[in-house]
């Protein structure tokens, strides 16, 4: 399947019409607008990225929260003191809300309902220990990179030792444009486990492996 033709032939919505189209979720995905957005069988890979995001414990900055799968892993964590979550999508936003209001209301998850573009200048630099980004694209140009325009404020957000770890979209090695970007932003410490992954067919993943990035500041 031609993930980027797929997505081009359902259309790319405007972040508004984004916000306002229905989440639809069930057991096992989530789609918006016509858009594949998550799937179950993306747990071992999410159970993958959230081990790194927490390795050093402390303070945790995830990006999208989709089904929560990696929240849930993230809050299983104990040394995680707190768990900053952005989500632009109202409903998704609701579904956090109702599995964690507990911890949103102790402070332990903070939830920002926005696009990360919106409000990330805003967020403490260097006070980060981990950072699990995984959003949607929105653009056609972002399809498959969306984390490229992520970079720079990840570098700018986590502490020296901070981990940054995402939906890489690589099967066995980083492209190397995907190396530029990470330079540019000054990473280079730049690690990479080689999961096995189990797509089902005519999936928006089809290979049988995806990188799961360990960057270190
Ligand atoms: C692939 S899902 C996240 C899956 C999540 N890791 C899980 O385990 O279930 C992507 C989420 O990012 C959100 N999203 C897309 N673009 C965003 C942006 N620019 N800022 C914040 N959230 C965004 C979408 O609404 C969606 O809920």
């Known amino acids: 399947m031609d993930t980027k033709q797929t997505r081009k032939d359902i259309g790319f919505p405007n972040k508004k019409e984004w916000r306002e189209e229905p ?10 607008a016509g858009h594949h957005v998550m799937d179950r069988w993306e747990t071992d890979y999410m159970k993958r990225l959230s081990h790194i995001a927490t390795q050093n414990g402390g303070h945790v900055l995830e990006l999208g929260f989709g089904m ?29 809300k109702n599995k964690y209001g507990k911890e949103i209301k102790d402070g332990k998850i903070i939830l920002i309902e926005e696009f990360w573009e919106n409000i990330v200048d805003n967020l403490e630099e260097e006070f980060y220990d981990g950072i699990l980004f995984d959003t949607y694209p929105l653009t056609e140009e972002q399809v498959h990179k969306n984390h490229f325009w992520f970079f720079k404020d990840a570098y700018r957000l986590l502490k020296k030792g901070g981990v940054l770890t995402y ?26 486990h080689i999961c096995k992954i189990y797509p089902p067919e005519n999936m928006y993943w089809n290979e049988k ?7 270190i500041k």
């Open 23 to 32: 989440a639809h979720f069930t057991k096992d995905n989530l789609f918006i």
């Open 68 to 96: 929560g799968i990696s929240a849930d892993l993230i809050q299983k964590n104990t040394d995680v003191k707190t768990h900053t979550i952005i989500e632009c999508h109202p409903e998704v936003a609701q579904k956090c």
């Open 167 to 192: 939906y890489s979209d690589e099967e066995q090695n980083y492209s190397e444009e995907h190396l530029k970007k990470l330079h540019e932003a000054g990473f280079n410490h730049i690690g990479q």
């Open 209 to 215: 492996t995806m990188i799961a990035p360990e960057i």
